[in-house]
């Protein structure tokens, strides 16, 4: 099994960044791709982004160009760098890993983290 567990959720103002982490424990991080969800209240569970075993990756269309998602495979470790935020990216974020492929479907993933509250104040 995979343990995850992400940090970095804060409060920033509009315009502001925030740079999420998650820390992989058990299993062998290299082999799975890692993705980043959110949820704010009232909707549905989102897409943010995923990249792959060997850096592949994608992004949702509401955060391109702004957000930035990378791995570490030494230290179990993957990051999404949020800049230019915006009050619409208040949610929990959440890291999964998934066994297979690279996906977008929060259904695909295997491990979820408890989640990270980022709030974006205007």
């Known amino acids: 099994q995979v343990q995850l567990a992400e940090s970095g959720g804060g409060l920033v103002q509009a315009g502001g960044s925030l740079r999420l982490s998650c820390v992989a424990s058990?299993?062998?991080?290299?082999?799975?791709?890692m993705g980043w969800f959110r949820q704010a209240p009232g909707r549905e569970h989102e897409f943010v982004a995923v990249?792959?075993?060997?850096?592949?990756?994608l992004y949702a269309d509401s955060v391109k160009g702004r957000f930035t998602i990378s791995r570490d495979n030494v230290k179990k470790m993957v990051y999404l760098q949020m800049n230019t935020l915006k009050p619409e990216d208040t949610a929990v974020y959440f890291c999964?890993?998934?066994?297979?492929?690279?996906?977008?479907?929060?259904?695909?993933?295997?491990?979820w983290g408890q989640g990270t509250q980022v709030t974006v104040s205007s």
């Open positions: 058990g299993g062998t991080f290299s082999n799975y791709a």
């Open positions: 999964a890993a998934n066994s297979g492929l690279i996906a977008t479907r929060g259904r695909e993933y295997d491990y």
């Open positions: 990249i792959g075993r060997y850096g592949g990756y």
